[in-house]
């Protein structure tokens, strides 16, 4: 099974559970801050999760809706609107959203070039002309250079072996996380997603008929470089 159907799942909203409503916070200040922000707005949160964006989002107002793989994490805080879906697929008709936000690298997990372009395609399609986008994406070239091969973190009694690697052929950056909880069967998972450049990323947009508008490099606002830990890319569909 494709590894990002397995891991999204309990498992994955234990080890992340620093990826909180605080830091969604921090995460739709820098949207308002950075698009046109009059309430109410048609807003996807895609790749939502749990739902920490949505959540914020509809708290001031936005009209947001989250789209997600996972029924486990869909199953959290289930008074959110949110679907269940593919972004390959987007279930929705076109132009129906005046922005798009996919938060915390949701991106590049497909080994096809072409099913990742194919995220893009939907973001335009369903973007309305003039609507805008957001990509929160790593640095690749950055994650790179820092991989700590092997990492054992204990938590709460458990027990997580991580081990990292750069597939330089398939440009993609590698993560087996094997959890033991005492008690429990040990449960391992892959975690893997294409180091698309800044470049890369910007000529997949040009071909989805997206204009990338600006690179930032953090929620702080600063601009994109070679030593930033995010790449954040902010843009719109041509009207
Ligand atoms: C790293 S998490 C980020 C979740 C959320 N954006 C956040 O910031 O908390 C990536 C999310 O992408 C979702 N996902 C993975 N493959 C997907 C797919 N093909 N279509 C839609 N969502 C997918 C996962 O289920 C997971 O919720």
């Not at 391992?188 to 990338?212: I, N, Q």
Request: net charge negative.
């Amino acid at each position: 099974m494709a590894w990002y159907k397995e891991w999204f799942g309990e498992d994955y909203l234990d080890l992340y559970a620093h990826r909180d409503g605080d830091e969604a916070r921090r995460h739709i200040d820098f949207v308002e801050r950075h698009f046109d922000s009059e309430p109410p707005r048609a807003v996807l949160d895609l790749a939502c999760g749990a739902g920490r964006h949505t959540e914020e989002l509809r708290r001031r107002g936005f009209r947001a809706l989250g789209i997600d793989l996972s029924l486990t994490l869909l199953a959290v805080g289930t008074q959110l609107p949110r679907v269940g879906g593919d972004m390959r697929h987007l279930p929705f008709a076109d132009a129906c959203f005046d922005w798009i936000l996919n938060f915390f690298t949701a991106f590049g997990y497909f080994e096809e070039e072409r099913e990742n372009f194919r995220v893009l395609e939907e973001v335009s399609r369903v973007l309305r002309p003039g609507g805008s986008f957001l990509i929160d994406f790593f640095n690749a070239a950055k994650v790179v250079q820092g991989l700590k091969a092997q990492e054992t973190v204990e938590r709460g009694g458990r027990t997580v072996d991580i081990e990292r690697w750069f597939d330089a052929g398939a440009k993609r950056i590698n993560k087996r996380i094997r959890i033991q909880d005492p008690g429990r069967p040990s449960r391992t998972f892959l975690e893997s997603v294409r180091a698309y450049s800044a470049e890369e990323m910007e000529c997949g947009m040009r071909w989805a008929g997206l204009v990338v508008d600006n690179l930032y490099g953090s929620f702080s606002g600063d601009p994109y470089d070679h030593d930033s830990e995010r790449l954040i890319i902010v843009g719109h569909r041509p009207a």
